[in-house]
Structure formats: structure tokens, C-alpha cells
């Protein structure tokens, strides 16, 4: 899910996109201050505007006989906030205020979702080699280099039976949070509903509001060691107002993965409904339990899927920025229509690196999902016995905890906390939901961090004593 999870762990850093009106924002500050008409009263005309003087009135003059230029008002030039309204709603995000907590307490950040090592050594040259001959150094295509795009196309192909054209089917975007705000951009009227799953990678929210759409969340709910859908409470989630269904699986933050059975009824559904779908598949190879599934690969849904990926979560380059969007014709040119007005271009060294990983042999595939998926196992052991319900994923780089078991139920208050109690980072998971309550006694763990700092922060975890039995 990230993204969230896509920026450095710099405490000047913004963090993770602005998220919804749940406490992916932290209390909002105060509105900027204004006042009346910035400048002077009086007639304006043509050459009115920044840098520009109006006519002026008559007044006191300065030394030099020239009336003295009249006291600017601070703030805009009315009373309406300066944020479009629909973003008044996301403020700076906890993300940021977690990893400046992180770096002022010297304590171990486990709450963004980016690894602490680089990706393979020969991709990172492969890079290198780009920048050495000149290639992507200046603007490349628009769609994205041709190199990329055919290999996109065979990943797909070869993986999972879906037939996409490098040239009319493949978008390369600036990570696959670009490829969200374009698709939702896009496809999004205003008044449009989109259907998301709560708890959410936080720019979904942004996005929705940008497109003037109206988000509905259907909440996946904790039971027997993991999060399910409820695929009634989907069903009843659609109304005639609904324009597409955002999907994301392997789910960030629960881990969950998603069956084929439950992905063939979200697709029965969507052809019923005439919906569209918006699917983030950007850990489908991060997959510890069960398998991934495209949903674009169901009956009906080749023409009302947009499928995102990226190199990022994969590849462990996140700072690089590489995404993509593979879909019908139709749909990849609504999406570049949107993404051609956001970066235009990007990361052109690095998109002919990521052409060389997806072609890495399975092996490479095989070993990063073995790895992560020892990673998983210590930090929800070690979670475990410090006292937390765990929730150990299926998929994604992040588990989710209980604190209720540990005589909390305030996510926000214990994650505030926890860096002085026992020098560890987490993110309270209330941050991704729109009903707080649901998600207020939950705290998310990433486990893509070395081994040797996992184990460091199990041990200081321990120090938050057992649970009451």
C-alpha cells in the first residue's frame, strides 16, 4: 500500500501523502490569516496584477513628492481559505511526525514501509549504465520508454495471462501513487462514488476528493488471526451513484490477500453493476500465504480494469519512483490523459533499470518473498510475546497489532508513547480508516528492515511487559 510508505525517513520529509479526515492529519492548524482586498482600493484595469501597481489615490506623499505606496494586508486577497476545499480536510500527516519522533529519540522506525538496504547490485548498475550513456538523461517518451513498456507487457503476460500492447496498453507513471491520482482523475466525476477498502493506503482519500468524488468505505474486519471482507456489506455498498471500485490486494495495512473466490465475486459484481475497477497491486510479489490473483484476469474485466504496479516494493528502489499502469487501450489513454498534466515524465535512467529487474529470473522473485517472509515470522513472534494480538499478513511488508491486550486501547496515544517506553516506532492504524473507532485500538509494524534491526527491536519490545491473564 504505500505512497504512504514512498518517502524517506527524513523528519523534514512531509511523510506519507495527506490521507482522509481520520488522523492520517494531524490536528489541523490554525486557518491562514486574511483580511480585505490585498492593495490599494481604487480602479484596476489591464495592467492590474502581481508586480503590477493601480491607479492610486490620493494620500501622503513619500520624500520624494510620490504617494507612499498603501500597507498590503497579509493573507489572500478575500476571506476564502487557501486550500481548495477539497483538501481542507488533510493536514501534515502523522507519518512525518513519527519519523521526526523516530530521529529525535534514536529509536528504531518501524512505522514507514520502505526497506533499509538497497535492491539487487546489478539493477543499481543497470541504472548507473542509463545515466553513463545518455540514456533517459533528457525527457523520455511520455508513455514511458519502449524498453520498459515491452518488458511490463511480458511480466504480465508471462505471470498471469494478460495480453497488453507495450505500445496501447502500458503507462509508466512516477510510482504507483501517480498512477492512482491519474486513474481517479480520470475516471471520477464529481458526485462520483468510489468504492474503497477501509483501512486504506492514505492517498486514496486525497485522490478521491482532487476528482471530486465521494469516497465509501466497506471495512475489512479482523477475525480469526487476519482481516476478511465482507462481500454483503460490498454488495450493499453500491448505489447508482457508484463509478468504480478501488481495490487494493496484497492490502496494505491489514496484509491481507485477497482469494480468487472473493476476487470473482468483486468482478461478478462489477460486471452486474457496470462498474469500473481501480486495482493497486504493488506487493503482488510479496505474497507469504495463498497467491496473487489479478483481478483483470476474470471474466468481463479486461475492459473495466486498470491494474497498477511498481517497481518500488519489488525491487526495494522506492526512492526511484517507477510505476505503471497496464489496461484496455481505452483506458490507459483516459489515464495518460491525466497523467500527461501531473509529472508528464520521470525517472528516465531508471526506467531502463526496472526494465532489466522485471526480467530477473524467478529465483530473484522467489528469494526477496522468502526473505520477507522469514522477516514476517520474527517480528510477529517477537510481537507476540511482548503482549500484542497479532494479526500476521499474508502479503505487503506490515503486520497489524491489538494493544488491547496490553491495557491500551488509544493507537495514537500508544504509538506517541512507545518511543520513550521501549525505543520503537509503529503507526497507529487509525490513520487509514474514516471510522476512527474501528481502527483506534490497531497499530501497524513494517518488517522490511534488516534482520539484525528486527531482532533489536523484538528485544526492545519485550521491555513492554507480558499480558494480563
Known amino acids: 500500500m504505500a505512497t504512504m510508505d514512498e518517502r524517506a525517513a527524513d523528519p523534514e520529509s512531509p511523510g506519507e501523502p495527506a490521507g482522509h479526515s481520520g488522523p492520517t492529519a494531524v490536528p489541523e492548524p490554525p486557518p491562514s490569516p486574511s483580511g480585505g482586498p490585498t492593495g490599494p482600493t481604487g480602479p484596476t484595469g489591464p495592467t492590474a496584477g502581481p508586480g503590477r501597481h493601480t491607479a492610486h489615490t490620493a494620500g501622503p506623499t513619500g520624500p520624494a513628492g510620490r504617494p507612499d505606496r498603501p500597507t498590503r494586508t497579509a493573507g489572500p486577497a478575500s476571506a476564502r481559505p487557501l486550500l481548495n476545499r477539497r483538501l481542507a480536510e488533510f493536514g501534515t500527516t502523522i507519518f512525518a511526525e513519527m519519523s521526526a519522533l523516530a530521529m529525535r529519540t534514536g529509536s528504531i522506525n518501524l512505522g514507514q514501509g520502505f526497506p533499509d538496504t538497497d535492491g539487487p547490485e546489478e539493477i543499481r548498475e543497470a541504472a548507473v549504465r542509463a545515466l553513463r550513456d545518455g540514456r533517459g538523461n533528457q525527457y523520455p517518451p511520455g508513455p514511458g520508454v519502449p524498453e520498459l513498456r515491452t518488458a511490463i507487457a511480458d511480466h504480465q503476460r508471462t505471470r498471469y ?34 468504492i474503497a477498502l477501509e483501512p486504506y493506503y492514505d ?100 475492459e473495466r480494469t486498470v491494474t497498477i504496479g511498481s517497481a518500488g516494493k519489488t525491487f526495494s528502489f522506492t526512492g526511484w519512483k517507477v510505476g505503471w499502469v497496464t489496461a484496455a487501450p481505452e483506458l490507459v489513454t483516459a489515464v495518460r490523459s491525466a497523467k500527461q498534466f501531473l509529472t508528464y515524465v520521470s525517472a528516465g535512467p531508471f526506467q531502463y533499470a526496472v526494465a532489466e ?6 529465483a530473484y522473485f522467489d528469494g526477496l518473498r522468502d526473505d520477507l517472509r522469514a522477516k514476517r515470522d520474527l517480528l510477529s513472534t517477537g510481537l507476540a510475546d511482548a ?79 507480558a499480558p494480563a491473564r
Open 161 to 194: 495471462g494478460l495480453v497488453h500492447d507495450p505500445d496501447t496498453g502500458v503507462l509508466v507513471t512516477a510510482g504507483a501513487t501517480e498512477a492512482i491520482a491519474a486513474a481517479l482523475l480520470a475516471l471520477v466525476e464529481p458526485g462520483d462514488e468510489v
Open 203 to 302: 492517498s486514496y482519500a486525497a485522490c478521491v476528493a482532487m476528482a471530486g468524488g465521494r469516497r465509501v468505505p466497506v471495512t475489512l474486519r479482523p477475525r480469526d488471526g487476519a482481516y476478511h471482507l465482507d462481500l454483503d456489506e460490498l454488495r450493499d455498498a453500491v448505489t447508482d451513484r457508484t463509478r468504480l471500485i478501488l481495490l487494493n490486494t496484497p492490502h496494505n495495512p491489514t496484509g491481507t490477500v485477497l482469494t480468487r473466490e472473493e476476487l470473482a465475486a468483486v468482478a461478478a459484481l462489477a460486471v452486474e453493476r457496470d462498474l469500473l475497477v481501480v486495482t493497486d497491486e504493488v506487493y503482488e510479489h510479496l505474497v507469504f500465504d495463498g497467491e496473487h490473483t489479478p483481478i483483470a484476469a476474470f471474466p468481463g474485466m479486461r
Open 357 to 362: 529487474a522485471l526480467r530477473l529470473p524467478s
Open 387 to 465: 503482549g500484542f494480538a497479532v494479526y500476521r499478513p499474508s502479503g505487503t511488508y506490515f503486520v497489524t497489532t491489538d494493544i488491547r491486550p496490553l491495557g491500551e486501547s488509544d493507537g495514537f496515544a500508544f504509538c506517541r508513547a512507545l518511543p520513550e517506553r521501549c525505543g520503537v516506532v509503529a503507526i497507529p492504524n487509525a490513520v487509514f480508516y474514516d471510522h476512527r473507532d474501528e481502527g483506534a485500538p490497531f497499530v501497524r509494524f513494517a518488517f522490511c528492515k534488516r534482520e539484525s534491526v528486527l531482532q533489536e527491536a523484538v528485544a526492545r519490545l519485550k521491555g513492554l511487559g
